[in-house]
């Protein structure tokens, strides 16, 4: 298996869990990655920021937390928060959807990043 191919998974603070209100996303820049975090009523979300029809912001768009989902607002496309799929058209591929806990206050999100091919890794 190739260095570019090899993952492992990354839990990475991303905000405070007061950060967001119960419905409320934001966008959060994270190694690289662009996401889209929202806080349910007792869970939390977090997809790719970028829509997949589009380069727009799923994260300026509304949430619909009884339907799971949120709508990119310039085209209008659903997302679903807990897949990532892509609901309505226009968009028809995917986002990528990433499991998220929150420890102590603090929301994380496990992002796969490529393996650097060094020995080891955290235990």
């Given at each position: ?37 929202v806080?349910?009523?007792d ?37 679903s ?43």
């Open positions: 298996m190739s260095a570019e191919t090899a993952t492992s998974p990354t839990p990475v603070v991303v905000c405070n869990e007061d950060d967001l209100a119960v419905g409320e996303a934001r966008r959060f820049d994270v190694g690289g990655h662009r996401l889209a975090v806080r349910g009523h869970c939390w979300f977090a997809i790719n920021d970028e829509c997949s029809h589009a380069d727009f912001s799923l994260a300026e768009g509304d949430v619909d937390l009884d339907d799971c989902t949120i709508e990119c607002w310039k085209h209008g496309s659903f997302f928060l807990t897949t990532g799929a892509a609901e309505t058209l226009p968009a028809t591929r995917p986002v990528a959807a990433y499991p998220v806990v929150v420890k102590d206050g603090e929301v994380l999100v496990t992002i796969q990043t490529p393996n650097t091919g060094g020995a080891g890794g955290a235990s």
